[in-house]
């Protein structure tokens, strides 16, 4: 008989209530604990939160009880958000406590540096926050004020007249950065975590996760050489739950074209992401470690063309209603990979270039240069039949974290990757 892993849902909304359903409905898992951060749903039957009867388990909002229940692996689903307040320490609280953990956050390579990476200085992270635009409320009403008195701040720091003692300010702004925005842990870190608690990380979902660190890199597999590759995701956004990023406001759509630029906020949380994507496959098709990636982003709003109501949110025309994100890998200056994302809320505002999927709705084209040849995939759904329904997205993810738990927890400690290796079985039919 198979063995039944026991496991721990964080943070049970789109994605992870999906996975706690699924994993409540599965013969293969026992879910021992669900960590919310609602105060209502706290006390409430696991069952009851997944849409199905009473199991006789409930959910609460102590870190305590969770680091102490026995489980084999912790679905980790927590908001975008929530990687800028504190989620590292989580996950490192996990590992250390000898749980496996598979997330849909940004665990794909730890090892690749980001904006607020804890080998960044101090001050160079508060010189990017003072430039970071916020629109919507998903980091709280107060962060507006906050960012314009830090601007302030900076500017004076960085004038003339201060510049003897930044190396002190540096030292002494440290602890206040971590404890108003913690820095994200380093590879490093993770890795003791993982070899302190005897258990692995790995990150997966649709995107990163499948369609680059499986797809495009072992569609890579039929070149002899590889010179460049382009990976392109266009999503339309209006049937998304309000619960991502704290609603489309947050994102920047329905806002002024001028309140959407390179330092938006989705710009820089998407670092998090595309950054290990990219290091990734710098290391799978170049064999460069991730501290010779080099990332630079360029992202603009599109202005909507159609009203659009979607959600609490009303796109209306002249306001955003497409947003173009390209992250751009480089080796010293070789552009090695651009991935690009282009969201839009409501078929009348999707924003298609001369290199985009031909579908209204949502897609993604892979190209790969080199030779012998030179290889394009298109991933396209039929405008006509499309329904805007978000589950797709939500349940590949749910699929790509729930599928590889079991093969988790018998890796050895550390930090896990996709294996593109050739692998063989014994035929038995």
């Known amino acids: 008989m198979t063995r039944r892993h026991r496991l721990i849902i964080w943070g049970p909304g789109d994605m992870g209530g999906r996975a706690l359903r699924t994993a409540l409905e599965s013969p293969r898992f026992d879910v021992v604990g669900v960590k919310v951060f609602s105060p209502h749903k706290h006390g409430r039957d696991i069952g009851e939160l997944a849409g199905l009867p009473p199991v006789g388990i409930t959910a609460t909002t102590s870190k305590a009880e969770i680091l102490a229940l026995e489980a084999d692996c912790v679905v980790h689903t927590p908001t975008t958000p929530a990687l800028v307040q504190g989620a590292d320490a989580d996950v490192l609280d996990l590992l250390e406590s000898g749980k496996n953990v598979v997330s849909a956050a940004s665990y794909h390579n730890p090892a690749m540096p980001t904006w607020l990476s804890e080998t960044r200085s101090p001050l160079g992270v508060l010189r990017t926050v003072a430039q970071m635009r916020v629109t919507g409320g998903a980091f709280g009403p107060q962060l507006p004020k906050a960012l314009s008195a830090l601007k302030t701040l900076m500017r004076v720091v960085d004038s003339p007249p201060v510049r003897f003692a930044r190396p002190a300010l540096d030292r002494l702004a440290g602890p206040l950065v971590d404890r108003a925005i913690p820095r994200r842990a380093s590879g490093e870190r993770l890795q003791a975590a993982c070899l302190r608690g005897g258990v692995s990380l790995h990150g997966t979902g649709l995107h990163p996760g499948l369609m680059v660190e499986q797809l495009l890199l072992r569609l890579a597999g039929l070149l002899d050489e590889v010179r460049e590759v382009r990976f392109l995701e266009v999503g339309d956004l209006s049937c998304a739950p309000d619960g991502m990023w704290g609603g489309l406001a947050s994102l920047g759509f329905g806002m002024p074209l001028r309140a959407v630029d390179s330092n938006h906020a989705i710009a820089l949380m998407q670092h998090f992401y595309f950054d290990a994507v990219l290091a ?150």
């Open 280 to 429: 990734n496959v710098g290391h799978a098709l170049f064999g460069v470690s991730a501290d010779q990636v080099r990332v630079e982003r360029h992202v603009y709003p599109v202005p909507a063309r159609v009203r659009v109501e979607a959600g609490g949110s009303v796109i209306e025309p002249g306001s955003v209603g497409a947003i173009h994100m390209s992250y751009r890998g480089y080796i010293g200056d070789r552009l090695f990979m651009t991935n690009a994302e282009c969201w839009h809320v409501g078929l009348g505002n999707a924003h298609l270039g001369p290199d985009h999927p031909r579908s209204l709705a949502s897609g993604h084209v892979i190209t790969l240069d080199g030779s012998p040849a030179r290889i394009e995939m298109r991933n396209e759904l039929d405008d006509e039949t499309h329904s805007g329904d978000w589950s797709a997205v939500t349940d590949i993810s749910v699929k790509a974290m729930v599928d590889v738990i079991p093969e988790l927890c018998l890796a050895p400690p550390g930090v896990a990757t996709p294996d593109l290796s050739p692998r063989l079985r014994l035929e038995t039919a």
